[in-house]
C-alpha cells in the first residue's frame, strides 16, 4: 500500500465502522476529541485495522497515537515490518 | 394502590407503531415468511421466522448503539415510543423508577459471531470490546438505560416467553409496596435460526407450511404443528394511578393484578393444572372473578401439546362463554416480547371494545374445545381482559387488563 491507499483504507474503517463522516478525517483530526473515539472504540479500531489492513497491531503501539496521521504512520511501519 | 398504564411502545413484525400494528390485526394480515436460507443449517427443519418491520436504528446516537444488538435497538425505539407518550419525567424521578427489561439471552446473532471467532482463531484474538455488551443476560435492559440516561435501579428478568409478563406483573407489585411511583417494564428479542432450532428439535415449531408461511402459525386449529419464531419489543409505563393523575399523565388502562407461578414438574411439557393455578392467584390477586372477564388473550402458540392444556385450564376457569383468541398467527412468537406486545393489543381491544379473533383457525381441534374461540372480529365491551403467557421450564404468568 503507498501513502494514498493506507489514507482512503484507514478513513474508510473510520467512516463504516464508526461513523464519522469523511469530511471530519483530517491528517491532524484528534481521535479523541475532534473524531470523539474513545476508549472502547480505540481497541475495536485496531481489531478492524488488523481486519481490513492485514497487520498485526500490538496494542502498545497504540498508546502514543492522538491524530489521524499517527494512524496512517503506524500503518506505515507496521506494512514495512510486514513485509 | 392501582397501577396506571401511561404509554406503550412496540417494535414487531406487524408494525412499530401501536396503531400500525392494530391496523394489521383488523386486517388478518401474518408477519410470518418463508426463510429458505435456513436450510443450509442442518438438523433444521422449520423454515420460516416473522421478523420485525425495519426501523431506523439511526435515531440511537452511535456511541449508545455500539453496545446494541437488534434486540436492544428494538426495546429502546418502543422505549421511546412508551416514553414520548407518557410524558414521564425522568430526570427528575429516577430515585422513585425502575426499569425492568429482559429477553430469553443475551444476543444469539452476537453469540453465533462470538463463538464462531473464537473457535477460528483458538482464542479471543479479533473480538470487538462491545461484544460483551450484546451477550451479557441484561443486555436490553442496560442498553435502554443507557440510551434514556437512566440512573435509578435496573432489574432483567428473564424467563423466556413469560418474560415480559414477569416484568410488568413485577412493576405491578413493586409499585404496590409504595417504594416507586413508575416502572418501565417489557421485553424484547431478536430472530435467529437457533431460536428456532431450540423448539424445533422437541419438535414445537412448524415444518408443514414452509411453502406456505402465511399458514404456519395456526393456534387451536385441528392441522396446527407448532409455533412460528418472531421478534420484537414491547414496553410500557406503569404509574401508580395518583402519580399518574397528578402529574396529569394519560391514564391508557390499568394492571388489575397478577401472577407468576413455575410448575415445578417439567421443563418442556406444559401442565394444565399449574395454568389454572396461576390465573386462579391472578384472579384472586386482584379480587376479580372469573364471571368479570370479558376476553382472554391466549398463549397459545400453535403447539399440539401447549394449546390443549392451555384451553383445558382456561375453559376449567372462564368457562365456554367468554371469548378466547391468540395472535400467534399474526405475529409469530416473539419470545420475551410477546407477553407485552399481546398486552399491548389487549388494550387496544378494550379501547376499540373488539376481540380480534385467532388467525388460521380453520377447524377448532376438539380437543381445544372447551373454550370458546371466535372466528370472526367480535364487537364486545371489553373492561376486564385476562392475559396469559406460559414458557419453558413450566414459568406460568397471567395478568388482568382493565380498562382506564
Redesign the interface.
Same mark, same amino acid.
Given at each position: 500500500m503507498n501513502q494514498t491507499d493506507i489514507i482512503t483504507r484507514v478513513n474508510t474503517v473510520l467512516t463504516e465502522g464508526f461513523e464519522i463522516p469523511p469530511e471530519k478525517l483530517q491528517p491532524e483530526s484528534t481521535l479523541f476529541q475532534d473524531l470523539e473515539l474513545d476508549s472502547l472504540d480505540a481497541i475495536d479500531l485496531i481489531v478492524y485495522l488488523e481486519e481490513k489492513l492485514e497487520l498485526k497491531v500490538d496494542t502498545e503501539q497504540f498508546k502514543d497515537i492522538k491524530t489521524l496521521n499517527d494512524v496512517y504512520q503506524l500503518v506505515q511501519r507496521l506494512q514495512t515490518k510486514t513485509v | 394502590m392501582n397501577v396506571a398504564i401511561t404509554g406503550t411502545g412496540i417494535v414487531s413484525s406487524l408494525g412499530n407503531s401501536v396503531s400500525e400494528m392494530f391496523e394489521n390485526l383488523i386486517l388478518n394480515k401474518t408477519g410470518i415468511k418463508a426463510l429458505p436460507d435456513w436450510q443450509r443449517y442442518n438438523g433444521l427443519y422449520s423454515y420460516v421466522g416473522a421478523p420485525a418491520h425495519q426501523y431506523d436504528e439511526k435515531q440511537i446516537p452511535? $456511541?449508545t448503539r455500539?453496545s446494541m444488538s437488534r434486540m436492544s435497538e428494538m426495546a429502546t425505539i418502543a422505549t421511546f415510543q412508551a416514553i414520548s407518550q407518557s410524558g414521564l419525567p425522568l430526570e427528575k424521578s429516577n430515585s422513585r423508577g425502575l426499569i425492568i427489561l429482559g429477553s430469553t439471552s443475551g444476543s444469539p446473532e452476537t453469540l453465533e459471531a462470538y463463538f464462531t471467532k473464537l473457535i477460528e482463531k483458538g482464542g479471543p484474538e479479533?473480538?470487538?470490546? $462491545?461484544s460483551f455488551f450484546k451477550v451479557m443476560n441484561h443486555s436490553v435492559a442496560a442498553n435502554v438505560a443507557l440510551a434514556l440516561g437512566f440512573n435509578g435501579p435496573v432489574l432483567a428478568p428473564s424467563s423466556a416467553c413469560s418474560t415480559s409478563t414477569q416484568a410488568i406483573i413485577l412493576g405491578w407489585e413493586l409499585i404496590q409496596t409504595g417504594l416507586y411511583d413508575f416502572v418501565i417494564a417489557g421485553g424484547a428479542d431478536e430472530l435467529h435460526f437457533t431460536s428456532t432450532s431450540i423448539f424445533d428439535i422437541v419438535l414445537a415449531a412448524s415444518r408443514s407450511f414452509n411453502d406456505a408461511p402465511e399458514n404456519a402459525s395456526r393456534p387451536f386449529d385441528k392441522n396446527r404443528d407448532g409455533l412460528v419464531v418472531s421478534e420484537g419489543a414491547g414496553i410500557l409505563v406503569l404509574e401508580s394511578e395518583a402519580f399518574a393523575r397528578k402529574r396529569n399523565a394519560p391514564i391508557l388502562g390499568l394492571i388489575g393484578g397478577g401472577a407468576y407461578l413455575c410448575d415445578g414438574e417439567h421443563m418442556a411439557h406444559p401442565q394444565a393444572e399449574s395454568m389454572f393455578s396461576t390465573m386462579r392467584l391472578a384472579l384472586d390477586r386482584c379480587q376479580v372473578s372469573p364471571e368479570q372477564i370479558d376476553y382472554v388473550s391466549a398463549h397459545a402458540t400453535g403447539t399440539v401439546v401447549g394449546d390443549t392444556q392451555e384451553a383445558l385450564a382456561t375453559g376449567k376457569i372462564i368457562g365456554k362463554d367468554v371469548p378466547v383468541s391468540s395472535l400467534k398467527g399474526h405475529f409469530g412468537h416473539a419470545l420475551a416480547a410477546c407477553g407485552a406486545i399481546e398486552i399491548i393489543a389487549s388494550m387496544e381491544m378494550i379501547r376499540r371494545n373488539l376481540v380480534i379473533p385467532t388467525r388460521n383457525l380453520n377447524e377448532i381441534d376438539e380437543n381445544c374445545s372447551t373454550i370458546f374461540l371466535p372466528k370472526t372480529i367480535l364487537q364486545k365491551k371489553l373492561t376486564r381482559v385476562l392475559c396469559n403467557n406460559f414458557a419453558f421450564g413450566g414459568m406460568n404468568s397471567s395478568l388482568v387488563l382493565c380498562s382506564p
Open positions: - | 452511535r $456511541t455500539r479479533g473480538q470487538l470490546s $462491545t
